[in-house]
């Protein structure tokens, strides 16, 4: 007993102390981090103390004997599991709700967030080895509601573990999906509304998909029965058709043209596997989902409470068998899924995705998943037949995967044939972009990299940050020469690159919704081109850096001319490479520099505004002015 209360103590004060930490750090910035950081970790040590004697204790108290390696899942489970889950919530918690302005650092407490999920799994089945063996099974479905117990067997009163895993996979949907739209609009709550419409309405065909394949067994019942999904038998192929119809007319109710449906659907389709994954933990609590009988010695691999779980399947399984636990291979791979779409698929083949494909490839990979597990699943779960020929879930899963390819073959068509001949009928045909104040938000690398050489070479100098803007168009060589006369000039430029170097991880930045309005200019069919006084090879980069370089299909950069802007002379390669008129080519710049190029070249000249009233490009007579990418997508649809 004195196990459990110094274990709970313990736990409480790390918890505690935890959240404190938190709200210590989002009062912070980087330069506090660092030590709070250190101290997370020694509050993840003192939880992992905590709870490793308050299950002892919980042991203890059963009077349970534990082998010696128990003892070591216990240990080694307790301190992974404990201090994985700690370092996750900390990053967690710093990466999204506090404004980290150093990208770099923001970039490190990125990779420790996902890292730690690795020790947190692992640690998460140390210790469900130590303790399956010390569990009454089957395990408890939920947490109970009866004042005289916990059941475990026929209807349950009570929160259904099912429930909380559905939720929790949803409210996962939900934070993937509005965190990347908020890095793509800057805001959020964009689909708050739609999410609980895609929820219910997701209930909804997830039960009435389940009532039609069983439809046999609810004529003449009562029609309580029919809705009491409270009671299970919902089926995951139509509540994503029902969440995706209702979430579908929900988003164009409530946005109309505001955002990208496309965009939406290619960032929150795919994380629906990873709500699947989750959810079909609660089918584990319910014994749902499985398998016929096979040997223990061929699933060694599998968690020992899994399998002990899985022996009171059914009628039971014979000595030394168990029910294939299909929940879990399906979990894997629909994690496996996500990650294959989102990260391995659209790495590989970004140059040809389009927005949609995503989504469509979701609706295949879950239909060939589907269609594999179905005949080895145990007849009692698969509707409409009796595992022989094409069964109700069978014939959908089928369907799934046809209607995902016709969706990617069409998506493409369209786009290329449809709106390419869309685009070759707007006024303009070529997009020419300058790199920095424009492609790249340079400002701070800029000034950072300027007062460190001013720091150096003229210490007696403290320039404005107006003065330092105004470095932002002309070679870099021609404004060292102006403001460092006295130095060997190749000297100060190579001590340019290396200043600028250090600090451009950290400082340069994106303009809001850029690379969505880059992507739907490059799908309308314009032909997009950069032409910047910076360095070749560091246009480059910066490219990479952002995952742009696919989306230009020429650049000209200092190293690529004789004669930098505002000389006209690498409008005219852009002009030659593609083989277009001068009135087909719009120069998108944010200086004066860029003005007088296009002016020189004869082509039309878009400016960028975004420092506000006082940004000298308002003065500059343009036959364009946009505050923003939106703006520029919304002025060339009108021309």
Not at 7 to 20: C, N, P, Q, R
Not at 56 to 72: D, H, N, P, R, S
Not at 463 to 491: C, H, M, N, V
Not at 576 to 588: A, I, N, R, T, Y
Request: charged share 20%; hydrophobic share 45%; with cysteine.
């Amino acid at each position: 007993m004195a196990l459990v209360i110094i274990g709970t103590i313990l736990a409480l004060i790390s918890i505690t102390y935890g959240i404190f930490l938190l709200v210590q750090c989002k009062r912070d910035r980087r330069g506090n981090l660092i030590p709070k950081f250190k101290l997370i970790g020694l509050n993840a040590l003192l939880s992992f103390i905590g709870f490793m004697l308050l299950g002892f204790g919980i042991v203890t108290l059963k009077e349970a004997v534990l082998e010696w390696y128990e003892i070591v899942d216990f240990v080694l489970g307790h301190l992974l599991f404990y201090a994985a889950i700690f370092l996750l919530i900390s990053t967690y918690f710093i990466y999204f709700h506090v404004e980290l302005k150093d990208r770099l650092f923001r970039k490190y407490v990125y990779q420790i967030m996902l890292y730690s999920i690795i020790p947190l799994v692992l640690g998460g089945w140390l210790l469900a080895q130590g303790w399956a063996n010390h569990l009454v099974y089957p395990l408890v479905k939920g947490i109970s509601l009866n004042p005289f117990g916990v059941v475990r067997s026929g209807s349950f009163q009570g929160i259904s573990f099912y429930a909380v895993f559905i939720l929790i996979g949803a409210l996962v949907v939900l934070k993937i999906t509005d965190y990347k739209l908020y890095k793509q609009y800057g805001k959020h709550g964009i689909v708050d509304l739609v999410f609980i419409v895609g929820l219910l309405s997701g209930i909804i065909g997830g039960r009435l998909f389940y009532v039609l394949g069983e439809l046999d067994q609810y004529i003449g019942r009562p029609f309580v029965e029919w809705i009491a999904v409270w009671e299970g038998g919902i089926t995951i192929l139509g509540g994503i058709l029902g969440g995706a119809v209702g979430g579908v007319i929900c988003f164009l109710i409530q946005h109309r043209n505001r955002y990208n449906i496309w965009l939406v659907a290619d960032i929150a389709i795919p994380a629906i596997f990873l709500a699947q994954a989750i959810g079909r933990w609660g089918n584990f609590f319910n014994i749902e989902v499985y398998g016929h009988p096979i040997s223990i010695e061929g699933l060694w691999f599998v968690p020992r409470f899994i399998q002990l779980q899985y022996d009171v399947a059914g009628p039971g399984a014979a000595s030394g068998m168990m029910y294939m636990p299909l929940f879990l291979i399906e979990g894997l791979l629909n994690v496996a899924g996500y990650f294959i779409i989102t990260l391995v698929i659209k790495r590989i083949f970004r140059k040809y995705y389009k927005f949609g494909d995503l989504a469509f490839l979701y609706v295949v990979f879950y239909g060939i998943i589907r269609a594999c597990l179905e005949p080895i699943r145990d007849t009692a779960y698969i509707m409409g037949g009796d595992n022989i020929g094409f069964t109700w879930s069978s014939l959908w899963a089928y369907g799934y995967i046809l209607v995902g390819i016709l969706g990617i073959v069409g998506n493409h068509l369209i786009r290329r044939f449809i709106l390419k001949e869309k685009a070759m009928n707007q006024r303009y045909k070529v997009l020419i972009f300058d790199m920095d104040g424009t492609i790249a938000n340079t400002d701070q690398m800029i000034n950072v990299t300027y007062r460190t050489l001013y720091k150096k070479y003229r210490p007696d100098f403290e320039p404005t940050d107006d003065y330092l803007l105004t470095f932002s168009g002309p070679a870099t060589e021609e404004t060292l020469k102006r403001e460092f006369p006295g130095q060997d000039q190749k000297d100060m430029f190579n001590e340019y690159l290396k200043v600028s170097k250090e600090n451009y991880e950290k400082t340069i930045t994106l303009y809001e919704n850029q690379l969505e309005v880059l992507k739907t200019l490059k799908q309308q069919g314009y032909k997009l081109a950069i032409d910047t006084n910076k360095e070749t090879s560091l246009t480059k980069y910066t490219l990479e850096l952002f995952k742009m370089e696919t989306l230009f299909d020429f650049v000209v950069g200092l190293n690529d001319v004789k004669h930098i802007k505002p000389n006209p002379e690498g409008v005219d390669k852009i002009i030659q490479h593609f083989g277009v008129k001068p009135s087909e080519v719009l120069f998108v710049g944010d200086t004066k520099y860029d003005y007088l190029t296009s002016k020189n070249a004869g082509i039309d000249c878009a400016l960028f505004i975004f420092r506000g009233k006082d940004d000298p490009a308002r003065e500059i007579n343009s036959r364009y002015h946009y505050d923003s990418f939106d703006g520029l997508l919304k002025g060339l649809s009108r021309e």
